[in-house]
C-alpha cells in the first residue's frame, strides 16, 4: 500500500518485520489519515467562523446562536468513527497481543532483564529449562544471579545487549527489571512492554524477516537512558545454530563478564563484548555436561 509507506517514512518508523506489525501499521495509517482530516476540517471551519462573524459585519451580538444541527451530527460521526477505531480495532489488536499467547514448546524463550543502562538476555540452553535466578547471588560478574548449584543452569546463556532469534518462530520474552523501570521496545517488532521491577510480564512477536533491528529503552530511566540500546538479530535457522553454538563455546560458565568500567551514570563504551570469563576468574564446569 503506497499510502501506508509514506505514513510510515514520514513517521520515521522503520520498516516492519514481524507477522503481526502491519495491523499496527494500519491502526497507525488510518489513525493519522483521520487526524488529518479532523485538523484540516477543524481548522477551515475556524477560518470560517473568524470570516462569516467578525465585527463589522455583525455589529450586534446574536443571542439566539447556532441553529443548524451540522455540528451536532458532525461531532457525532467523530466520536462514532473513535469508537469504532478503538473497539473495533485497537482494543481486539491488544487483546490478541496479551490473551493469545502461542505455545511455548513451539516457542523460542528468553528472559530479558533490564538494569541501568543495559539489556541482559537469559536463554535456558540446550536442556529448555531455565536455571535458578536468586537475587543475593546477583553480582558485577552473575548480573542474573544464576544459582551454580543448579543443574538445569549449567548451560545456560547470558548475553549482554545483543539477542539472536531464529526467523519464523514465535519468540516469548519474560520481561524484567533489576532497578527501575524500563521499557523493552523493538520498533521494528513494532512491540513494546514495560519492564517492571518485581514483576514478571509476558510478550511475544514472531520475526518474519532476517536482519538487524535495534533494541531501544523505551522509559526514561536515569543518566545514561540514552545509551541504553541493544541489538535484536533475525537469523535464518542455520545462523540462529551458529550463534548458540558459538554463545555455548564462549561461555566458559554462564556468567557474563562485568560490564566496561565508565563513569557512574554512562554506558558502557564500545561494541557489547561476549560472555567470555574475565581474566583470573575461577574455573567452572564447562557447560554441555548436565
Ligand atoms: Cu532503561
Not at 120 to 128: A, E, R, S, T, Y
Request: proline share 9%.
Amino acid at each position: 500500500m503506497i499510502s501506508l509507506a509514506l505514513i510510515n517514512e514520514f513517521l520515521g518508523l522503520p520498516p516492519n518485520a514481524s507477522a503481526h506489525g502491519y495491523q499496527i501499521d494500519h491502526i497507525i495509517e488510518f489513525s493519522h489519515w483521520f487526524m488529518g482530516a479532523l485538523f484540516l476540517g477543524w481548522s477551515a471551519f475556524f477560518i470560517y467562523v473568524l470570516i462569516r462573524f467578525r465585527r463589522n459585519r455583525n455589529p450586534v451580538a446574536s443571542h439566539e446562536g447556532v441553529t443548524s444541527g451540522i455540528s451536532t451530527h458532525l461531532e457525532f460521526a467523530v466520536v462514532l468513527i473513535e469508537a469504532v477505531l478503538l473497539i473495533g480495532f485497537a482494543v481486539p489488536l491488544w487483546a490478541k497481543r496479551v490473551n493469545a499467547f502461542p505455545e511455548e514448546k513451539d516457542a523460542i524463550l528468553v528472559h530479558a532483564v533490564g538494569q541501568q543502562f543495559n539489556w541482559n538476555f537469559h536463554l535456558p540452553g540446550k536442556d529448555g529449562v531455565f536455571g535458578r535466578r536468586e537475587l543475593a547471588l546477583v553480582s558485577n560478574s552473575n548480573p542474573l544471579g544464576l544459582d551454580p548449584a543448579d543443574a538445569a543452569g549449567k548451560d545456560d546463556l547470558v548475553a549482554l545487549g545483543e539477542l539472536h532469534v531464529p526467523i519464523e518462530r514465535n519468540v516469548i520474552v519474560d520481561l524484567s527489571s533489576k532497578d527501575v523501570i524500563h521499557n523493552f521496545c523493538l520498533p521494528g517488532m513494532r512491540i513494546a512492554q514495560d519492564a517492571i521491577p518485581g514483576q514478571i510480564i509476558p510478550m511475544w512477536f514472531k520475526p518474519v524477516k532476517t536482519g538487524n533491528y535495534e533494541i531501544v529503552c523505551g522509559q526514561l530511566c536515569g543518566l545514561g537512558h540514552y545509551g541504553m540500546k541493544g541489538m535484536l538479530v533475525v537469523d535464518t535457522p542455520d545462523d540462529y545454530q551458529a550463534w548458540l553454538k558459538e554463545r555455548m563455546e564462549l561461555s566458559g560458565n554462564q556468567i557474563a563478564p562485568p560490564p566496561l568500567a565508565r563513569p557512574p551514570g554512562e554506558p558502557p563504551v564500545g561494541p557489547t563484548p561476549g560472555t567470555v570469563a574475565p581474566p583470573g576468574a575461577p574455573k567452572t564446569e564447562k557447560p554441555g555436561g548436565g
